[in-house]
């Protein structure tokens, strides 16, 4: 039987949910929001988990390159897709939040999201403070330029 596994992350600990085929619940847990903790957690588990679910987030492109180079199918979601399939919940917690993810996998009412390469974002972690420099950069040499011309 296929079982999913959805994952609310947080910046020190995660809700696991995991449920099976027909959308009981498997096993859920709080676990280090690490890549090898979630590695432990999954490989530690009874039954094999046919995929896992992520929303997409600062801390996601992180998990899910850990997760994806330990053998494990990993799912980044469209964040406005699960708030929309979420927001029907009365009392939204982190374990109702990773039941719910876990529940769009196992239905495949989710958008996938394309996760970055870890060298694309390096070269995006350099370049963002190289542009928001840039502009004082040009409003400088405009302004020396044109400071320069008016004195002759």
Do not use: N, Y
């Amino acid at each position: 039987m296929e079982h999913f596994a959805g994952i609310d992350v947080s910046l020190e600990h995660s809700s696991v949910c995991v449920v099976d085929g027909v959308g009981k619940i498997v096993r859920e847990a709080k676990v280090a929001s690490e890549p090898e903790a979630l590695v432990r957690f999954f490989r530690g588990l009874e039954t094999g988990v046919t995929r896992i679910g992520l929303e997409a987030g600062p801390l996601s492109q992180w998990l899910h390159a850990g997760l994806v180079a330990a053998g494990f199918e990993v799912v980044l979601l469209e964040t406005r897709h699960v708030k929309a399939a979420l927001s029907a919940m009365v009392i939204k917690t982190d374990r109702k939040d990773a039941r719910g993810i876990a529940q769009l996998l196992r239905m495949g009412w989710f958008r996938p999201v394309h996760a970055k390469s870890p060298g694309s974002q390096e070269v995006r972690a350099l370049l963002v403070p190289a542009s928001c420099c840039r502009p004082s950069c040009w409003m400088w040499s405009s302004a020396s330029a044109a400071f320069c011309a008016g004195s002759g």
